[in-house]
């Protein structure tokens, strides 16, 4: 669920949360760490099994929450969208209840949408693929 969360909109967060009618334990969640932003090293490798390298640094969001009842949650997204974090974090403390079943039916339509893009994606690439063969020569 948390990567689907990841990769969705902060709107389509805030229609998750709204669809659940989840906003009263929302705004009754407790800041554990409030939401605040700072940098991860993107690490990479030449021809995947090389040396590894530092590419370069991203923004990473981070949020804890405590729900009234005890649960907790919490988020890492890629940016600076603070709102996005934390309501990120009160879903995945929701997750850990009944209300599962509501949240995975309500971000039904995130999945769809994501699954569609990575489709897209995949018939691109495909349409760039060349296919190497040997060929032999009649000399002996």
Known sequence: ?????????????????SDIGAGALA???VDLRRPESG??????????DGRAFNLGEA???????????????FAYQLG???????ISAILDAL???DEHVAV????RTVRQRVAAEAETKARRV????VDFFTMVRGED
Do not use: W
């Open 39 to 48: 940098l991860v090293m993107l690490r990479g490798r030449a021809g995947g």
């Open 80 to 86: 600076r969208d603070s709102e996005k974090a934390r």
């Open 126 to 129: 495909a349409a760039t693929k």
């Open 59 to 73: 923004t990473v969001t981070r949020a804890a929450i405590r729900l009234p009842d005890g649960r907790t949650g």
């Open 104 to 107: 995975e039916r309500a971000a």
């Open 95 to 97: 997750c850990q209840g």
């Open 1 to 17: 669920m948390m990567a689907l969360l990841a990769e969705a909109t902060k709107d389509e967060i805030c229609q998750i949360l």
């Open 27 to 29: 705004a009754a969640a």
